[in-house]
């Protein structure tokens, strides 16, 4: 073989595996100024949706779940840079630069709505739209903008981990940077919105820029009978994952004739975020509240095996023995525990949460959940307060449901939108159906 052959065969190696490594990583997005008048732009850059959880490094502190000491999360609510301005035109040139000078900015706290903070005006309306009908168009003249900018820090103990950014709830389109870097577009305005942010960060200080628009062609979507709101307006999340890593997880109890018995099913995703192939195993435990185990075999396991940069679905089932079963009346819940191992055996990741067990089922027109006829006591609920906005504390939303409780309410319907995780949490602990 000749040299230049030589050549020509090492130089197309190196570029078959440089594009292996970037399949499936992220990489910076484009951003057109018409995005928030696209009806075909909803999202750029964002990660898969899933069920969000928080991972830990053995099973022992997933099921201690302090949140105090959390090794792989941390909140981003705070103090941060504000700027508002009537246009996206009068908008700070180039404010996502990391070295932009946000001396003379306002101090926002984040989550807020920035009309509850003395930024333009809040809005009531039922039918009518909040500006003249010209779909997708949105009024160039008034269309308010926040800048937002803040400085965030990455340990060093998060090096070589997948770290993603996730925010709980913008309206009601939004861009953000990282360094500088495009990141993503959100407008999914009461929709969580999740970007890995693993190759714009560096170890110590980062910058974080996002831009907020007040109105988008999803504000014709948005047109309920409530307070129109804009901003960052529920928590900022930053979170690492290892390198293989549940993506996703889905549980189902079924109970069998007798409502006795229940046949536990799981369905999980696992991603390999590395350059190379990787064998590994999950385990699935189910404990009650003293800690101990109702798995005949004390947990479930699976292997797996995961090509490089590619995503592997694996399903577990057992049969758990006449467990406590849940209601509005009897809000019996287990911990269920995840812990993803490679081959030597050591956790990758580990994380609970919690599960009851259930049959709804709906029999000649009546809805019974396990084999009960259920009547529901209902009400309509906004995420609203009168000083915060959609930012509501998570203090009020308890208050809400205990005082539900007392007067025999067991059914919410959420008015029209998606509540917060922590309500859904705080639901199934306090019983009350959604």
Same mark, same amino acid.
């Given at each position: 073989m000749s040299i230049k052959n030589l050549n020509t065969i090492i130089i197309l190696l190196t570029f078959l595996l440089l594009m292996l490594c970037n399949i499936g990583m992220p990489q910076e997005v484009e951003f057109i100024v018409t995005d928030w008048q696209n009806p075909k732009v909803s999202e750029k850059g964002q990660t898969d949706p899933h069920a969000f959880h928080v991972p830990f490094s053995s099973k022992e502190a997933a099921i201690k779940n302090n949140k105090i000491i959390y090794e792989n999360f941390c909140l981003l609510n705070g103090q941060w840079k504000f700027k508002w301005v009537k246009t996206p035109d009068q908008k700070p040139e180039r404010f996502w630069k990391p070295n932009f000078d946000v001396k003379n900015w306002d101090d926002l706290r984040v989550p807020s709505n920035w009309q509850m903070e003395?930024?333009?005006h809040p809005k009531f309306r039922n039918k009518p739209l909040p500006f003249e009908s010209d779909p997708p168009k949105i009024p160039n003249y008034y269309n308010p903008v926040g800048c937002y900018k803040h400085i965030f820090n990455v340990p060093s103990k998060w090096k070589n981990k997948e770290l993603m950014l996730r925010f709980e709830g913008i309206k009601s389109a939004s861009y953000i940077w990282v360094n500088g870097k495009r990141v993503g577009y959100n407008q999914g305005g009461f929709e969580p919105a999740e970007f890995n942010i693993t190759p714009f960060i560096k170890i110590g200080k980062n910058d974080l820029s996002v831009q907020v628009l007040r109105f988008s062609d999803g504000s014709y979507l948005e047109n309920q009978d409530m307070w129109h709101l804009s901003g960052i307006y529920s928590d900022v999340k930053l979170y690492a994952f290892p390198k293989t890593y549940i993506h996703d997880f889905y549980v189902v109890t079924d109970l069998d004739e007798k409502y006795e018995d229940a046949l536990l099913k799981a369905e999980i995703d696992i991603i390999n975020a590395n350059s190379f192939g990787i064998k590994g195993f999950v385990e699935i435990d189910v404990v009650d509240e003293t800690g101990y185990s109702i798995i005949n075999d004390d947990y479930l396991a699976k292997s797996f095996e995961i090509e490089p940069l590619q995503t592997k679905k694996i399903q577990l089932s057992t049969l758990v023995e006449n /467990?406590?079963?849940?209601?509005?009346?009897?809000?019996?819940?287990?911990?269920l525990v995840f812990d993803s191992k490679d081959e030597s055996g050591k956790t990758l990741e580990a994380f609970t949460h919690r599960l009851g067990f259930r049959e709804v089922e709906l029999v000649d027109n009546i809805l019974k959940i396990n084999e009960v006829p259920v009547k529901f006591n209902g009400v309509n609920s906004h995420m609203h307060h009168p000083v915060h906005g959609q930012a509501v504390p998570l203090e009020t939303l308890r208050?809400?449901?205990?005082l539900m409780k007392r007067f025999n309410i067991n059914c919410v319907r959420t008015s029209h939108y998606? /509540?917060?995780?922590?309500?859904?949490?705080?639901?199934?602990?306090?019983?009350?159906y959604i």
């Open positions: 003395g930024y333009g /467990p406590k079963k849940w209601s509005a009346e009897y809000p019996n819940l287990y911990t208050e809400d449901l205990l998606p /509540p917060t995780s922590e309500y859904l949490y705080m639901a199934d602990e306090l019983g009350i």
